[in-house]
């Protein structure tokens, strides 16, 4: 009989290895023990060694494939066995065999007799509450991988798959009602016109799971009154509790001296007051210093799309703005090739859209990191969300006169310091590069001129 | 394959030209103008027949070559102020009531220029204006309309006549019954000539009609008749020219039955397969229309050869200008396509 | 202002444009001495003679035929069809001579006629001599096809019809004949290919016509009673259809029935549903539209069978408040 060929599991979460290269081909003598193929998992990559002398034959999987792991994924033939003693595929892989060299140090848990997920899979999705019913898998098991997938993606009822009527959903679009939130009174539980106009007259109940377990109005025992989670307020809500889920966020702190830019600053709109252009706002000069900072720290201006990496060419800087009904984030486009004077007008013009409810599409799409100042607030320091699906959002606080040491002989001089932090998605940025971005970032705040000119 | 029936024509073969000439009142001019429009019909055919097979024409024909005595014998008996409705195979036809070749050529490579600017193609070429109120794709489609101008001359109380042409397959649409009652309930001022080629598309008239010639059919409905040697062009003008004088006179339909044949398939998709190349060569070579008018004319010394030379030649000329200027001419716009639904 | 029947509104109308037109004149069966099958042409023998009152044979292939080649040359005829089941005869030379002379020639004929024929059911007539046929004769261009719902529509409807240089079929429904209206004295035209709102709502669109009219509006003022508002639009011209009108109120409305008699399948309420659905009234639509029409049968002899193979005022009733409680 033919040795199969198993590939080891070597990681409690692990699901599959990546192929990176058969050391050994198709055909060819292979010896107990030498590294047959290089596979990739998660955290490293290691050779695997074959179980058996012989020939190696009927590979089924190729570089860059993923093979799952506890599978056959070749056979080695001894003397006197050719291929037609080979199995068909199927019928191997439908018996769990267990590797013989590997070593898991926790108990297998329990499964599904029909093994639909994997035991990672089904510890998550019990956590979370997620009914594996509605977990889509490409492979014949669901995988952590796709409970990653489907906490990302929008269920159906959000994409706006309900029943209602053509008038309804023409109003619900000009008052910006979502209708997968309103139940609806026509037959079938279509939503009519009327469904809509008495959710944006506002006063109605809306069906949540999370609020149907609160006590009633009557029984409350503090008084106060309730709007519906509806609209823009709705939509900030599920964004941000996505990414706030999805994206891995680490903070990284610095402060950063802002004489010079001040000092810039002020030369700058000298000049302007004379030509009669405006003024030159701080967050606007900050905006052009990151975006041209961006620049070279790709990790930081890129998005995870899928299964890839995606690296934005422009550097499009989104301002979070506060607007009375929320949170709105125009975006400047390419900051980093737009002039500073240029960039100054747009934002002042992107805020006065803002403040009165004007936004485009366009001035909100594309946007590759975020900047969001409270310092106008007084707040010193605080951390942010990251803006989905971008990877970075940078948190400025105030900036404040302090006394800090100077120079390499400890002279104390007063200064005005700013503290921004940083949020990344750790999933793309590790530490070290989010500090490598910063400590650039610092540099350039402190140097201006080096940029600016 | 049926064998076609020599006929007992009621006419006598025309033998003399010059006699038939004097007798009918017909100036050597207008005898010699009939040999040229024949001509010019015959040698038009051939052209759109070569168009066809060099792929230029979109769509089908439907060649009358053969039958250009009737044409011609009809046409000059009527005046340019009676109404004419024919069929399918109405090139002959158009061409005798003085169409202009040009244009109708531009009709058949679907250009704006052509008669219908393109939109009516072969077999529905008309000239309303100059009451030729056209050819009719459907068979039969003439003796409806006829019957309606028929109306409108007596309510006018003209002495316009309609010559209405129709083949031996019309014969048994029930139109053909309608159009003859109503002409002879109210005396309506139609010359019905029926242009018996013998076929149908491929059906052969004698095994799809009770009893030819149609002599019965006419008398059914009190309407005189006569049968024509449809080939023989001084006789179908002689007789074409007595029914016209009867109608005139307030007397009603007439009904002339003209013996022919044609060359080509019946469209340009006939291969012929019902029929003997014997037979077509037989009514090509002893019967030709053309060939005998030319005979008789020359043997009258009404023609000479030199002069059927260059009749020949000039007529081969104003086909060629007309195909140039027909290829020439430019396609209507297709956003118009919508025009002309309604008026 | 006078009130004359249906039928008498369609001989003024004709007697109208006799006198001023001397290209006009009608043609059809038993039209003269009996005065025709519905008695519409009765008199006019006597005024116009026998030339202009074509009493026809019974050829109703060459009825339509001639009419054709009439109005080629220059004539105003209107032929009539003793029973609109009667055109199937002669839809040859409707559609195949008469509605595309005008583009098959570019542009350089017309035809100017008229047919009028006697369309519906009701009568114990049976399955061929009851037919509404409208849905036929709107799908070919080149026709018009009109159906007056009132004798005022009637009368001005056929002066335009006369007038109009293209073939126009005018379909009377014999229920409608001996029925009553305040028609204008002389000459008045209703122009073709515009819609009448008959009754003003604001519930619900309702687009019907012929005797559907009649059962329409006596079913809204029935309701208006209750409150509800029902808008009865007739389109009076089915080809060309005012679908502007249609659109209009569907978007004041957002709920549309269409009513007819003629059979639901290829009935021209599916072209009222597509020109609804291709316009910005789609984005308005709080109700799927719905149709009222004739059954897909024959229509019956028995006297209560003939009447369930068509909509009636109880139907009409039914479905119009089915909608506007959110049944369907």
Known sequence: MPTPFIMPKMDMDQEVVTIIEWLKKEGEMVTKGEPVVTVETDKITSDIEAPETGTLVGILYHENDEAPVTQVVAYILKEGESSTDLPGVKELSRESIQAPSSTPSHAPAETTPNLRATPVAEKMAASMNIDLAKVQTKGDKITKTDIENYLITPQPAQLGKVAATPAARRMSKENDIELAGLSGSGPRGRIQSTDVAEAAASLTQIASPKLASLPKKDTQLVAGRSVPLVGKRKRIAERLTASYQNSPHIYLTVEVDMSNVEASRKRMNKLNEKAGKSSISVTAYLTKLVALTLKNHPYLNASIVEDRIEFWEDVNVGIATAVPDGLVVPVLHQADQVSLSDLNERMRHLGKQARDNALTREDVDGGTFTISNLGMYGVHSFTAIINPPQTGILAVGATVRKPVVVDEVDSVEVRPIMSMTLSVDHRIVDGAVGAEFLADLVRVIENPDMVIY | ?343 | MPEITYREAIRDAMVTEMRRDETVFLMGEDIGTYGGAFGVSAGMLDEFGPERILETPISELAIVGAATGAAMVGMKPIAEMMFMDFILLALEPLMNQAAKARYMFGGKATVPMVVRMAGGSGTGAAAQHSQSLENILMTIPGIKVVAPSSPRDAKGLLLSAIRDPNPVCFIEHKLLYKVKGEVPEGEYTIPLGVADVKREGTDLTVVTSGIMVNKTLSVAEKLAAEGISVEVIDPRTLRPLDTDTIINSVKKTSKLLVVHEATKTGGWAGEVFAAVCESDAFDYLDAPMRRLAGKDCPIPYNRLMEAAAVPQEADIEAEIRAILNNVY
């Not at chain 2, 139609?190 to 006419?218: H, W």
């Not at chain 2, 008789?296 to 086909?319: G, N, P, R, S, Y």
């Open chain 2, 1 to 343: 394959m049926v064998n076609w029936r020599e006929e007992e024509f009621d006419n006598e073969q025309t033998m003399d030209a010059r006699q038939k000439g004097e007798e009918l009142g017909l100036s050597n001019e207008r005898m010699i103008e009939m040999y040229r429009t024949m001509l010019k019909i015959r040698l038009f055919e051939e052209m759109a027949d070569k168009l066809y097979a060099l792929g230029k024409v979109h769509g089908t024909m439907h060649l009358s070559a053969g039958q250009e005595a009737v044409a011609v014998g009809t046409g000059f008996a009527v005046s340019r102020s009676d109404y004419m409705l024919n069929h399918h195979r109405g090139h002959g036809h158009f061409i005798t009531s003085g169409a202009d070749l040009g244009k109708m050529m531009a009709e058949f490579l679907g250009k704006d220029t052509g008669y219908c600017h393109g939109r009516g193609g072969s077999m529905h070429i008309a000239d309303v204006t100059a009451n030729n109120l056209g050819a009719n794709g459907i068979v039969g489609g003439s003796l409806q309309l006829a019957a309606g101008v028929g109306i409108a001359i007596k309510q006018r109380k003209t002495d316009q006549l309609v010559l209405t042409l129709f083949g031996d397959g019309a014969a048994n649409e029930g139109i053909f019954h309608e159009s003859l009652n109503m002409a002879r309930i109210w005396d309506l001022p139609i010359l019905y000539v029926c242009e018996n080629n013998q076929y149908g598309m491929s059906a052969n008239v004698n095994r799809v009609s009770a009893k030819t010639p149609f002599r019965d059919r006419a008398a059914a409905y009190d309407i005189p008749y006569f049968l024509v040697d449809g080939n023989d062009v001084l006789a179908m003008y002689e007789h074409a020219k007595k029914a016209v004088e009867s109608i005139r006179t307030g007397n009603g339909p007439y009904f002339i039955e003209a013996t022919t044949y044609r060359y080509f398939g019946h469209s340009k998709s006939d291969r012929n397969l019902y029929r003997t190349k014997d037979e077509i060569e037989y009514w090509k070579t002893v019967k030709d229309p053309i060939d005998r008018m030319e005979g008789l004319l020359l043997k009258a010394d009404i023609l000479t050869v030199d002069a059927v030379k260059k009749i020949h030649e000039e007529t081969v000329q104003e086909i060629d200008a007309a195909v140039i200027f027909a290829e020439e001419s430019p396609e209507p716009d297709v956003k118009d396509v919508m025009e002309w639904v309604y008026a």
